[in-house]
């Protein structure tokens, strides 16, 4: 497993940006598929988007597609989130996982989890 921690979170109005980084642990990071979820209070943990190991494939949930990119890179193992044109209902607690799986999109497919952070956004 690798050990995944989040950063970038914080507050943000309407229709701005942010940037989430996850910096994954050991070094086998290339050998996994990334994903990033999200849970709102109250609601379930959510799929946002992965990213396949080798050539990068990405996929997005429909809500997000369009507004956010998720890339990766290998040397420095961390993988990014960038989000863009940000809505209120973006709020929410954003995690990063990894799976050995090259697909999926649900939360029982990813093997290591980041213990997440905050983002708010303000109408």
């Known amino acids: 497993q690798v050990q995944l921690e989040e950063s970038g979170g914080g507050l943000v109005q309407a229709g701005g940006s942010v940037r989430l980084s996850c910096e994954a642990s050991?070094?086998?990071?290339?050998?996994?598929?990334m994903g990033w979820f999200r849970q709102a209070p109250g609601k379930e943990r959510e799929f946002v988007s992965r990213?396949?190991?080798?050539?990068?494939?990405?996929y997005y949930a429909d809500s997000v597609k369009g507004r956010f990119t998720i890339s990766r890179v290998n040397a420095k193992n961390t993988v990014y989130l960038q989000m863009n044109s940000l809505k209120p209902e973006d709020t929410a607690v954003y995690y990063c996982?990894?799976?050995?799986?090259?697909?999926?999109?649900?939360?029982?497919?990813?093997?290591?989890w980041g213990q997440g952070t905050q983002v708010t956004v303000s109408s």
């Open positions: 996982a990894a799976s050995l799986r090259q697909y999926g999109s649900l939360p029982n497919e990813y093997d290591s």
């Open positions: 990213i396949s190991w080798g050539v990068g494939r990405t």
């Open positions: 050991g070094r086998t990071f290339s050998s996994y598929a």
